[in-house]
């Protein structure tokens, strides 16, 4: 809500006033109404001031209608994010990604992995001299490296 709709917050109260037979609000009233309730729509607070008669049998205090209010933007809310979720992770998304995104994963799962061996002497060829990598790759393959040249001897 914006203070352009003070005076329409204003004249509801004040129908709901005489409806319970209390005096109109002042300005200042309806300043401290405002600052209660300025983050909700003008229509959500019409809205619960319009409905007002049918549940209570007093005359609201700013308190009451921001719990309701809160309330409502809160389900509002949950119900955006359940929404939203079930888009994202919808089993009908967007079947030509699914299957483009499936096509990808059995290309990765389908190489062929390197042996430890292999896996380590990459590493030696490829991690930059001094790093840790190549470091703990010259570690594990230099008593391997002992053992080959015996068996090869």
Known sequence: MNRMDIPTMATQLNMLAETFDKKPITEKAALVWF???KDFPTERICGVL???PKTHHKFPVPAEVFK???EAASVEIEAKAAREK??????SADPAYVRSMMGEMRKILSRPRRSPRE??????ANA???SLAHRYANDVLSP???SDD???A
């Open 86 to 91: 079930r888009e994202v992770f919808s089993p």
């Open 144 to 146: 391997v490296r002992e």
């Open 128 to 130: 930059p001299p001094g």
């Open 50 to 52: 319009i409905g007002w």
């Open 35 to 37: 600052d209660t309730l």
């Open 68 to 70: 309701i209010c809160n």
């Open 119 to 124: 896996h380590w002497r990459h590493l030696l």
């Open 150 to 152: 015996e068996i090869a």
